[in-house]
């Protein structure tokens, strides 16, 4: 056999590099995560973000290049860590809400829903059903939002420019119903525990049929620019690709996980706020590539209009708050009369309501994937802990599986198609 | 067209150099592409379809802080973001402007925590500050107004 000696390994040199490339990790950490060629100089290490346009916010990855070919991609996160879970310990429940607008904030009230679905679990309240089907409906909504900022963004990523602009055009006939329920264009704060902050306004309901008579044709208009676009087509199939065990081993969700053929939503799975009472189809993939992603969330549009369809037609009479008073403030007449109503009012929005002792998860399915809070109280009215399982978060873990061997250019269409915040992500 | 048939015959106008310098700062303003968290996705609204930054000349977003003048800070800035923060806003060439967009980049916002650094005014002067969260596209434009005011009386000496 023929031996080969190996080329010295030049350590003073790679030490020099290693401070070039500023990550706050040892050269032995290092060392372990890039390839022996590395080492001896055969490939290049170079810095991508935090500040980069197709990152999507603050990701930074040190990628390891063979030429223009990605032999290692190694994410760096904490770039845009907040501290949202240990803040939410020192507040009370109602006051983790606006919170957790903030960890994905591209789809809010999917993370309202999630944490309240949480609160509801852990002290055990009823949601009247007009509520659940309103939920049902801004859900869907959030959907499409978290879906369209996305196109927008890795058609514009991968140099469709127009694009963008349309997707931007059509997310303000959202956020024109999002401002109208609740007052923010953004951080709503609408998805309450045990219900809902109010009842929506008549206007809503124009508004929603609206983006249901819109919507459909402005699809076609995306997927004429894209689908058969022979551009697009180069750019995305066979990009990206993972097995359906891969995706499952690292714990992908959503759209991502879908694209590899697996039919595994919570909505589906784990039915929440009577999802179980719509019919629709999870759209799959077969391929797991980053076509087969575009492909199952553009057909989620379509799904998500089918279910708010269903939900405004069938959209039931009554309350939107739980009669529960342990967690339901009194309404604003009772105030003006009764002195009871005006100190539980003054109790329960200063010290907030108490959970009782426990642990529980619950978890919707987000625009991104498996959008889960593990909650747990200890008695007071504030939680002992929270976690967010972040979809973001699990599904850039794979990154370095998906970019492996593929070119630079490749890597920013990866980055789109897995949909990241980077909100979610580091929290 | 329109500008020659209000100055007549004239053809001449007359101005000061730092007037016209000022004004000429203000017409086309690169923003750095620069977005850190959920305000970023409101500064990207307002460059689109519906509030069109570029009626101010704004929509050339340029990713390099070399090419650009004007940092929009969207959002909040971790204690791990703050160097690079501080790297790109050494990188712009003067004269430079800095936006602190949202309640985040301006004071901490909701997040008076370990993380986060309270107000982006710690590491970079900041010539407006955006209040909102996240601020709705028109306060963002109209804290870009209040900027071009500012920029528009700034003397030439400044810049020696
Ligand atoms: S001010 Fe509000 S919207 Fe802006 S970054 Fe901070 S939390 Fe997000």
């Known amino acids: ?10 350590e003073e040199a790679l030490k020099v590099r290693v401070e070039d490339v500023q990550l706050d990790i040892t050269f032995e950490q290092l060392k372990r995560l890039v390839s022996p060629r590395a080492l001896t100089g055969e490939t290049m290490l170079m810095n991508m973000g935090p500040q980069h346009p197709s990152t999507h916010g603050v990701l930074r990855l040190l990628l390891e290049l063979d030429g223009e070919t990605i032999v290692n991609c190694i994410p760096d996160i904490g770039y ?7 803040t939410a310990e020192s507040k009370t429940y109602l006051k983790v809400i606006p919170l957790t607008d903030r960890t994905d904030y591209l789809a809010p009230m999917s993370n309202n829903m999630a944490f309240c679905g949480a609160v509801e679990k852990l002290v055990g309240i009823e949601v009247p059903l007009r509520a659940q089907y309103l939920r049902v409906i801004l859900l869907e909504l959030t959907r499409m939002n978290s879906h369209l900022v996305w196109l927008g963004t890795h058609a514009l990523d991968i140099g469709a420019m127009s694009v963008f602009l349309y997707c931007m055009r059509e997310r303000e006939m959202i956020l024109d119903i999002y401002e109208a329920v609740s007052g923010a264009r953004m951080m709503s704060s609408y998805i309450r525990p045990g219900g809902l902050w109010r009842d929506v306004p008549t206007v809503f309901f124009d508004l929603v049929r609206r983006v249901l008579d819109v919507f459909p044709k402005r699809l076609i208009e995306y997927e004429k620019l894209l689908t058969k676009n022979p551009m697009w087509k180069d750019r995305t199939v066979g990009i990206g690709k993972i097995s359906a065990q891969d995706a499952i081993a690292w714990g992908m969700t959503g759209p991502c996980l879908r694209a590899t053929g697996v039919k595994y939503d919570v ?30 969330r553009m057909e989620e549009f379509n799904q998500s209009l089918k279910i708010i369809r269903q939900a405004l037609d069938r ?43 426990g642990e529980v998860y619950f978890a919707v399915e987000s625009g991104k994937g498996e959008y889960g809070v593990l909650l747990s109280g200890d008695g007071s009215s504030k939680p002992r802990r929270v976690h967010f399982r972040a979809p973001s978060f699990h599904n850039l873990q794979p990154i370095n599986e998906l970019a492996r061997g593929h070119l630079l250019a490749d890597l920013v269409a990866i980055i789109g198609s897995i949909d990241i915040v980077l909100g979610d992500v580091d929290r | 067209m329109g500008l020659e048939q209000k100055l007549g015959d004239l053809g001449i106008v ?35 379809s519906r509030y069109d930054l570029s009626r101010f000349g704004m929509e050339l ?21 703050a160097p690079v923060l501080r790297q790109l806003y ?4 003067d004269p430079k402007w800095v936006i602190a967009m949202g309640d985040c980049a301006s004071c901490g916002g909701v997040f008076n925590n370990y993380a986060i650094v309270q107000g982006v005014d710690e590491i970079v002067p900041v010539d407006v500050y955006v209040a909102g969260c996240p601020p709705r596209p028109e306060t963002l434009i109209d804290g870009i107004m209040k900027l071009h005011e500012k920029v528009r009386q700034e003397p030439l000496k400044k810049w020696q």
């Open chain 1, 80 to 86: 845009l860590h907040t501290g949202i879970e240990k």
């Open chain 1, 315 to 357: 959209l039931p009479p009554g309350p939107v708050m739980t009669s529960d008073r342990k967690v339901a403030p009194p309404p604003k007449h009772e105030i003006a009369y009764s002195m009871e109503s005006l100190i539980h009012h003054f109790k329960l929005w200063t010290e907030g309501f108490k959970a009782p002792e």
């Open chain 2, 14 to 48: 007359t101005t000061t150099l730092e007037r016209a310098v000022g004004w000429a700062r203000t017409r086309a303003m690169w923003p750095l592409l620069f977005g850190l968290a959920c305000c970023a996705i409101e500064m990207m609204s307002t460059q689109a």
């Open chain 2, 90 to 93: 050494d990188q712009m060439p």
């Open chain 1, 267 to 296: 909505r589906k799975a784990y039915p929440y706020s009577s999802y179980d009472h719509f019919d629709f189809d999870i759209p799959t993939g077969t391929n797991g590539d980053v076509f087969d992603r575009y492909k199952c």
């Open chain 1, 1 to 10: 056999m023929l031996t080969q000696t190996p080329t010295p390994v030049n």
């Open chain 2, 61 to 81: 977003m340029r990713a390099s802080p070399r090419q650009s003048d004007l940092m929009i800070v969207a959002g909040r800035v971790s204690r791990k973001m």
